[in-house]
């Protein structure tokens, strides 16, 4: 018979599994696999970012 | 030092605060009406998440107010290849560790006033700062809809080719531009 710690456990448990985070561990296709890592290992970085950074990372206090 | 906190000041010049979500925020008036799950979760989930070491959720008030006006969750996470791909000699043939942007949003009553932007690079700030301590190759998300996904685009992220609402960034790249943008503070 179970005592109440392990109740509690087992609750605790239930409600991990039904509010776990989404999409945490993801499959992806063998070209966008091939597409992450080439654009990760490319030292170009997407000017859109560049242009982001200087609009918001700057105006901090 | 972790990064928990952020003091930030929008281009209208409203002054914002960033934080670790706390019990003493007010979550009851956060509307999102594009996407009502989101709001649901920042009400319900998102401080037991925390508890249980699932996520941690971040979110913006006024200096001095408790009212929630947007938020983010971060958590670890890793992709890996449905088929290896049978070119690409040298490719990784193992999981790769992401940083993962779970839920992201902003109050229907503060859109277009660069909140967004300003909390997403505050997210990306936390990032890069944990990663020096937790690596992580990639930083990504899911989009809840192709408006979400022009968002993330226009803030550097790429999407996939087979899962246009898949975003990705990487966490070189991220660092570069922070601390390029950090230069000229």
Known sequence: MKNKNHNNLDSRTEQATFIGEEHCHVEVSARDWQHIIQVAESNEINPALARAAMRYATPSK | ?185
């Open chain 2, 1 to 185: 030092m972790l990064l928990r906190a952020s003091e930030k000041i929008l281009k209208d010049g409203t002054k914002i605060l960033i934080q670790r979500l706390e019990e003493t925020h007010h979550r009851g008036a956060f509307t999102c009406s594009r996407h009502p799950v989101l709001a649901d979760f920042l009400n319900k989930h998102a401080l037991q998440n925390a508890n249980l070491g699932l996520s941690r959720t971040y979110v913006v008030t006024l200096p001095e107010s408790n009212d929630v006006i947007g938020f983010c969750s971060l958590s670890n996470g890793s992709i890996s290849p449905k088929v290896l791909p049978n070119e690409g000699k040298g490719l990784p043939r193992y999981d790769l560790p992401t940083a993962h942007i779970g839920r992201f949003a902003i109050d229907d009553k503060w859109q277009c006033k660069g909140l967004g932007g300003t909390l997403l690079f505050f997210a990306l700030e936390v990032i890069v700062d944990a990663s020096e301590r937790l690596a992580a190759y990639v930083i990504d998300v899911f989009a809840k809809d192709q408006v979400a996904a022009d968002f993330y685009m226009h803030n550097g992220f790429s999407p996939l080719r087979d899962d246009a609402l898949h975003l990705f960034l990487p966490m070189k790249h991220a660092k570069i531009a922070l601390a390029a943008a950090k230069s000229v503070e």
